[in-house]
């Protein structure tokens, strides 16, 4: 949408409703300012999920690595 169509749009509203438009704005501007610390994969599954399925303390394990698929349209096995 071009600015010019939205200035248009926001010149029709009420002041209370620009105010409401203009407050929407500035917290979505400050929300990117915020420093969200990032979770490490681990850190992002509960304490329960460990419990559960426990994990993988051998460092020797290596991960696999992702293969590519290789189906083909219309073949089901």
Known sequence: MPYAAIEDIY???SSEKQREVYDFILFLANRSKRNIPQNTPAESYSDD???LFGCIN???FNEPSDMPCTDTIGELF
């Open 58 to 60: 051998d460092p020797s």
């Open 11 to 13: 010149e029709t509203l």
């Open 49 to 51: 999920f460990f419990s």
